[in-house]
Nanobody, 118 residues
């Protein structure tokens, strides 16, 4: 049984910073991709950032230059450092881990709330 445990969300003023982490527990083969997605109220869940096992990184245009994604393969953990936060960054942030080769899998975290006040 694999679980993704997220932490680091909270309430912050615009311009502030938060650091999210997502740790996978249980027996899990190395993920090909680890990433963060967010869902604002009434909107779809959108990609924020992903990082591959080879450290190829992809960011949504809206967070480039402000957010940094990283991973620790030994700890099966992915991080998201968020700086210069804006009210439009508000939402529930979900982590996702995927493996494309057998044993294939895709797991989502339970989500952590990030609220940025103006």
């Amino acid at each position: 049984q694999v679980q993704l445990v997220e932490s680091g969300g909270g309430l912050v003023q615009a311009g502030g910073s938060l650091n999210l982490s997502c740790a996978a527990s249980g027996t899990i083969f190395r993920a090909n991709a680890m990433g963060w997605y967010r869902q604002a109220p009434g909107k779809q869940r959108d990609l924020v950032a992903t990082i591959s096992s080879g450290s190829t990184i992809n960011y949504a245009d809206s967070v480039k230059g402000r957010f940094t994604i990283s991973r620790d393969n030994a700890k099966n953990t992915v991080y998201l450092q968020m700086n210069s936060l804006k009210p439009e960054d508000t939402g529930v942030y979900y982590c996702k881990v995927e493996r494309y080769s057998p044993p294939r899998y895709a797991y989502w975290g339970q989500g952590t709330q990030v609220t940025v006040s103006s």
